[in-house]
């Protein structure tokens, strides 16, 4: 988020209590990681004599923090009547102009024709207090505030959250550089014939993750099977983009979500990770994986009954656990969601992958003899 400078518009210097609001507003941008330029920032020079003289200082200021800023967060609240403060508005202008990022909040996005007070009901049409047709009476605020920015109803805090938002959303698409394929047996038949199989689960975040898959590659290829794992790269990604969290993040999930697609078979540790769940990455693959008519298969250490498996209250207390949730009682060891969908084997990988390939064969059997 550094890379972005918030410019916090709005009319909140005219508040009795405005200053220590607007601090506020940017300490709060600032804990999530942005930097902050406000109209009221620099010291300034002021001559008690000259206030047109003061007012030019201030607006210099103004533009000079705009021109340092990469975005506009603007307090579109009605301000002396019903509109909005017209400095914040021109603010707007300028940063649009620039180019910079452009949001603003509200407490009320209803259309005008809701919100002007005064206003006269003729033959079914609304009229301003000059006996106009309200302007733009079916929008919110004047055509060029609703078509230059973003207008999220609420205050400054949802409009951070969703600025936030965007941004985090703007950073991980940067690390695409190709639309997904499918590249799965039944869309491209494979150059060696082999099937090709997914190895998912928590290892990729063990030290040795690196040993263990040339172990598990190894027991695929005993079989005639080729195997991709989580850490197999496609593309690499660029050395400038590399650290940021997000970008980075993106590119994993983009990684790895093409591997399910190019697989035929996955093959899932089912193990708990960070308490009595499988991992979110495994499960996020599962699910996919089904979508895409993937074969599943699972493994376990304990392929007890869940009642069993996860600590609970008991049948007394509908099988609840410490925070009150329920042990799912369903004869499963896990989820139903990987339950119901896949085989899951008690053991390890290769019990899973000699259960695979027995089922293969199996079905190769059947279709010689049809």
């Not at 509109?83 to 707007?92: C, H, M, T």
């Not at 082999?194 to 598990?216: F, S, W």
């Not at 650290?243 to 980075?248: H, V």
């Amino acid at each position: 988020m550094e890379k972005e400078k918030l410019y916090i518009a709005g009319p909140m210097c005219f508040y009795r209590d405005g200053y220590p609001r607007w601090y506020v507003m940017r300490d709060r941008a600032r804990v999530k990681g942005f930097e902050v330029t406000m109209p009221g920032d620099g010291e300034l020079d002021l001559d008690p004599h000259d206030l047109r003289q003061n007012g030019d200082a201030i607006f210099a200021n103004c533009a000079r923090c705009m021109n340092e800023s990469t975005a506009i967060l603007c307090n579109l609240e009605f301000y002396r009547g019903a509109d909005v403060d017209g400095g914040s508005i021109y603010e707007v202008g300028m940063a649009y102009a620039k180019g910079a990022h452009c949001y603003g909040y509200t407490r009320d996005k209803r259309p005008m024709v809701w919100k002007y007070q005064g206003s006269i009901l003729r033959d079914g049409v609304a009229y301003d207090r000059k006996g106009r047709p309200l302007p733009y009476g079916d929008l919110p605020f004047s055509p060029n505030v609703v078509g230059a920015m973003k207008i999220v109803e609420g205050d400054f805090d949802d409009c951070l959250q969703v600025f936030a938002l965007d941004r985090e959303e703007q950073r991980k698409r940067s690390a695409v550089q190709a639309p997904a394929a499918d590249r799965s047996a039944a869309e491209a038949p494979r150059a060696d014939g082999r099937p090709v199989i997914y190895i998912a689960g928590p290892e990729r975040y063990d030290a040795n993750a690196q040993e263990q898959y040339a172990d598990m590659k190894a027991l695929c290829s005993r079989f005639g099977l080729r195997a991709i794992v989580p850490t197999d790269e496609i593309r690499a990604l660029p050395e400038d983009l590399a650290g940021d969290a997000y970008i980075r993040a993106y590119h994993i999930f983009d990684r790895q979500q093409q591997h399910v697609r190019d697989c035929d078979i996955l093959i899932a540790n089912l193990n708990d990770f960070h308490g009595w769940e499988p991992d979110s990455d495994t499960a996020f693959e599962c699910g996919m994986a089904f979508q895409l008519g993937k074969k599943l298969y699972g493994y376990m250490d304990s392929t007890a009954r869940m009642i069993d498996r996860v600590p609970n209250l008991g049948p007394e207390n509908e099988y609840r656990d410490i925070c009150g949730c329920n042990a799912e009682n369903f004869d499963y060891p896990i989820n139903i969601m990987f339950a119901s969908s896949m085989t899951i084997v008690q053991g390890g990988f290769g019990d899973a992958l000699a259960r695979a390939v027995q089922d293969m064969e199996k079905a190769g059997s059947a279709g010689a003899e049809k």
